[in-house]
């Protein structure tokens, strides 16, 4: 399968955008070589802002580019980017809707042999607790570069969670993202799996597995979580009659505890939720994530044990 570094990909999409924006500032930290923002920085300067390791003002001087009418991304590893200046985020994007794309990599624990201190599994927790952020976490490169466009193009405050190492390409090339809208990537009435980022690729895998034992399980891409997708949720589960989630994050506050308030609210069925139980440890991103989980496996184990109960 082809694969993608989507934090590359990022980085080459900025510079598309300013060559076609003017309108466009970039504002990164002291990683711009690892997120690729560096990219954007060489060919546009004059519209390139190096701030150092001070994320609380990187996502200041953000908000006051945005005031000034610019489209302002900012990034930098997603430790980094949510945690750090939350208080920030919040006062001066989060509340005046200011124009602020937050694009961060290295997220969750796939970062490998950075290990713990660097591993992101509370993010989407944090950015969905903003009203008014519209939160993306892309399965892939295409997925993260059509994120990416439709964040520079649309109002208001983004975050788009992306990847260290390189990820399969589960999109063709012309691809099309909707912002708010799930995708059905495999059809199949056993059970649904609903998937973000990283793991959409294991639900696929884990799809193909249980089909050889007559398990037709569909599979659903939750690329944006907010604003979530209720409906596509809703028939899932009363098509299928069992849920199966999986991320790379935190179980709480992330995919599974959204899809689950819509179960709660509107359609009671059994749910499995796939996610981490808390922060792992330095070592290959592969072996850390079927150590904690995280595998195709353990998906495919979900959906067994869901099963049970449906």
Excluded: W
């Excluded at 076609?20 to 390139?48: H, K, M, Y």
């Amino acid at each position: 399968m082809t694969t993608a570094v989507t934090r590359e990909v990022f980085g080459k999409t900025l510079v598309e955008l300013g060559r076609e924006d003017p309108n466009i500032v970039v504002l990164g930290g002291d990683l711009n070589i690892s997120t690729f923002a560096n990219l954007f920085g060489q060919e546009f300067p004059e519209r390139f802002f190096d701030m150092g390791p001070a994320e609380q003002n990187i996502m200041s001087i953000a908000a006051g580019l945005a005031s000034s009418g610019k489209t302002a991304f900012a990034t930098t590893f997603a430790v980094f980017g949510t945690g750090r200046p939350y208080d920030q985020i919040r006062l001066g994007i989060a509340q005046p809707g200011a124009s602020v794309k937050i694009v961060c990599t290295h997220a969750g624990i796939s970062v490998g042999e950075d290990g713990i201190s660097a591993q992101s599994i509370e993010d989407l927790a944090l950015m969905c607790a903003l009203p008014g952020f519209r939160v993306i976490v892309p399965a892939d490169g295409p997925e993260a570069a059509e994120a990416v466009r439709v964040a520079a193009h649309e109002p208001g405050p983004f975050y788009i969670r992306l990847s260290r190492g390189a990820t399969p390409v589960v999109h063709e090339d012309r691809f099309t993202f909707r912002l708010g809208k799930a995708e059905t990537m495999r059809a199949g009435e056993a059970v649904t799996i609903i998937a973000c980022g990283i793991m959409v690729a294991a639900a696929l895998e884990a799809a193909e597995r249980l089909a050889r034992d007559g398990i037709h399980c569909r599979v659903i891409n939750m690329a944006t979580l907010q604003p979530l997708d209720e409906e596509a949720v809703v028939q899932a589960a009363s098509e299928t009659g069992a849920v199966v989630t999986a991320e790379e994050h935190y179980r709480n506050g992330g995919l599974g505890s959204l899809v689950a308030q819509v179960l709660g609210r509107r359609m009671s069925v059994p749910l499995e939720v796939v996610a981490l139980d808390g922060y792992a440890e330095s070592g290959k991103p592969d072996q850390l994530l079927a150590k904690y989980g995280l595998s195709a496996g353990d998906v495919e184990s979900a959906v067994r044990r869901v099963l049970e109960r449906k």
